[in-house]
């Protein structure tokens, strides 16, 4: 099976701009969850999306937003980008059954750069 | 405030020696609690997964272990290699499908 793919890998944007960053997660895989990493913060929640509807939200900004799309394909939108928003962002997908206890299986992530 | 605390931010061990790496945590009740393994530039890999039942769980070189009273786990890594350098996370659920995840323990094996 492919692994979750995310695209771009890396992306650069000024101030103000609005970005989209892109997910494909592993066939079968119905969970899809976004983080945000940076060294400061670490591994941040950002929401999960199961069959097209956000199932958790984490404590980010509502310039932060996310969709599923009914093949499991998510995207996270950041509007008016700021330059904290800068790092990494990861995709993780996960069986969403009792027995893999919600693993995820993370992308490669999308390298953001806010100048 | 809900809180998950790794030791240290890095961790510095000889070759074949056994690294000890901490995960605790403040007002969460996981269920269960996981260690990934972040190597640069990639994204986390899924290591083991133990449950509020179980005291502890081995796998090849890694044992992990959970005290639901202290609301600590340990993660060990025996004979260790320089291959096993990396950032280790630990991650607990938080509300059902809602993972979170600590800031990590940078693992440096040295030969």
């Known amino acids: 099976k492919a692994g979750v793919t995310q695209t771009p890998r890396y992306l650069i944007k000024t101030r103000g701009q609005q970005v989209t960053l892109s997910c494909s997660p592993i066939?079968?895989?119905?969970?899809v969850s976004w983080y945000q990493q940076t060294p400061g913060q670490g591994l941040q929640f950002l929401f999960e999306?199961?069959?097209?509807?956000?199932?958790n939200k984490g404590n980010f900004p509502g310039r932060f937003s996310g969709r599923q799309f009914s093949n499991s394909r998510s995207e996270m939108n950041v509007s008016t980008l700021e330059l904290g928003d800068s790092a990494l962002y990861l995709c993780?997908?996960?069986?969403?059954?009792?027995?893999?206890?919600?693993?995820?299986?993370f992308g490669a992530g999308t390298r953001l750069s806010v100048l | 405030s809900q809180k998950i605390e790794q030791n240290s931010e890095a961790l510095n061990i000889q070759e074949g020696k056994t690294a000890t790496l901490t995960c605790n945590y403040t007002?969460?009740?996981?269920?269960?609690l996981q260690w990934y393994r972040q190597d640069p530039g990639r994204g986390p890999v899924f290591l083991l997964l133990?449950?509020?039942?179980?005291k502890e769980k081995r796998k090849e070189r890694l044992k992990v272990t959970f005290d639901t009273t202290l609301k600590q786990s340990l993660f060990h890594i025996t004979a260790s290699q320089p291959a096993d350098s990396a950032t280790y996370l630990c991650?607990?659920?938080?509300?059902?499908?809602?993972?979170?995840f600590g800031a990590g323990t940078r693992l440096t094996v040295k030969p």
């Open positions: 066939s079968g895989h119905r969970s």
């Open positions: 999306y199961f069959s097209e509807t956000q199932r």
């Open positions: 007002n969460y009740s996981p269920a269960y």
């Open positions: 991650a607990l659920d938080h509300n059902n499908n809602d993972m979170r």
């Open positions: 993780a997908s996960s069986p969403s059954s009792r027995l893999a206890k919600n693993i995820q299986y």
């Open positions: 133990i449950r509020e039942n179980e």
